[in-house]
């Protein structure tokens, strides 16, 4: 199991996705020279809590797959959910900043370059697209086996 490389990539996924959930993903300068910061943890109280259930589910999914290890078709289809939810985190967030930004940091200019938390999500699909090739290669390799047997 851990030795399988799309382990590592399921890892990876998931420790992208929690370290999303504690630093800040996006920042809003504020007019009157401060910095208001949303994290992962803080939408639930901002007002943009299906970004924080998106990553909770992008956690939960890419641990859950690697413990799918004997069931790759099952597998491969819980990496590809997982792939949707950091998707959608990160539409959802982009939307949710752009079109309408939390209550408490009205006002405010964006700026998601400085804070780096939002630029990782990509990572994380490209993490889960490696998994799922590797699990594609692993599905491969036993039904090769199979048929020589």
């Known amino acids: 199991m851990i030795q399988r490389v ?3 990539y399921l890892l990876v996924a998931a420790g992208i996705g929690i370290f999303q959930l504690f630093i800040p993903f996006v920042k809003f300068r504020m007019p009157d020279d401060g910095i208001c910061q949303v ?4 939408t639930f109280s901002a007002g943009m809590w299906h970004v924080g259930i998106l990553l909770l589910a992008l956690i939960g999914t890419s641990l859950w797959a690697v413990f799918q290890f004997r069931r790759r078709p099952r597998q491969l289809k819980i990496t590809h959910f997982a792939a949707l939810c950091a998707l959608a985190a990160t539409l959802a967030a982009l939307v949710a900043v752009y079109a309408a930004p939390p209550d408490v940091c009205s006002g405010g200019t964006v700026d998601i370059g400085g804070s780096g938390g939002l630029l990782m999500m990509p990572l994380a699909i490209f ?5 799922s090739r590797g699990i ?7 039904r090769s086996a199979d048929r020589i047997r």
């Open 6 to 8: 799309q382990t590592f």
């Open 39 to 42: 994290t992962g943890l803080s």
């Open 127 to 131: 993490a889960l697209l490696l998994a």
């Open 136 to 142: 594609r290669r692993d599905e491969a390799l036993v």
